[in-house]
T-cell receptor, first 113, second 111 residues
Framework: DAGITQSPRHKVTETGTPVTLRCHQT?????MYWYRQDPGHGLRLIHY???????DKGEVSDGYSVSRSKTEDFLLTLESATSSQTSVYFC????????????FGPGTRLLVL | QKEVEQDPGPLSVPEGAIVSLNCTYS??????FMWYRQYSRKGPELLMY????GNKEDGRFTAQVDKSSKYISLFIRDSQPSDSATYLC???????????FGKGTRLSVIA
């Protein structure tokens, strides 16, 4: 998985609780992304980062926030989890400057009860 | 109309068949086209990457882009049971702009 780890890999939580998912890379890539994958919707971009402290919203950013204080870590926070945020979350990284390819982590399965 | 359309399948073929997977898109500004393979309960992995129009071949896999028709294809020759997976097309405008994905086509290759 191209030096990408995600934690936790599985999580069950209750509606209204805060949840933070972590993406860690060892590739020193500039760009990092958070996606969610749901049946019937495919992969949808939540937020992305183009450098430390530089982030932007994706297609489905409502209810999510992100932070990137170090090159290697990109955190996704659900401030108050809802059942509609039950999904599989994937982190991806891409090389800076030249390549338009992204490499994905193994995913985090989140269930919000 | 969604930006990227992909038939979700499922598609079931016998071992050894030639498989054709396709996506259509609406925005002519897309320049970079990718195919990802995703096994069950795994992250997507990059299979093919193409810039602009044309063909690209890698072993049993061939990617085609027809920008005039806004249509991309992935061909798998001599398909194997290990090719059974979901195939996602993706595209982007330029540089490291975010990818836009199709919903994926689920393929089963039967031995």
């Amino acid at each position: 998985d191209a030096g990408i780890t995600q934690s936790p890999r599985h999580k069950v939580t209750e509606t209204g609780t805060p949840v933070t998912l972590r993406c860690h890379q060892t590739e020193n890539h500039r760009y990092m992304y958070w996606y969610r994958q749901d049946p019937g919707h495919g992969l949808r971009l939540i937020h992305y980062s183009y450098g430390v402290k530089d982030t932007d919203k994706g297609e489905v950013s409502d209810g999510y926030s992100v932070s990137r204080s170090k090159t290697e870590d990109f955190l996704l926070t659900l401030e108050s989890a809802t059942s509609s945020q039950t999904s599989v979350y994937f982190c991806a990284i891409s090389e800076s400057d030249s390549q338009e390819t992204q490499y994905f982590g193994p995913g985090t399965r989140l269930l919000v009860l | 109309q969604k930006e990227v359309e992909q038939d979700p399948g499922p598609l079931s073929v016998p071992e050894g068949a030639i498989v054709s997977l396709n996506c259509t898109y609406s925005n002519s500004a897309f320049q970079y086209f990718m195919w990802y393979r995703q096994y069950s309960r795994k992250g997507p992995e990059l299979l093919m990457y193409t810039y602009s129009s044309g063909n690209k071949e890698d072993g049993r896999f061939t990617a085609q882009v027809d920008k005039s028709s806004k249509y991309i294809s992935l061909f798998i020759r001599d398909s194997q049971p290990s090719d059974s997976a979901t195939y996602l097309c993706a595209m982007s405008f330029s540089g490291n702009t975010p990818l836009v994905f199709g919903k994926g086509t689920r393929l089963s290759v039967i031995a």
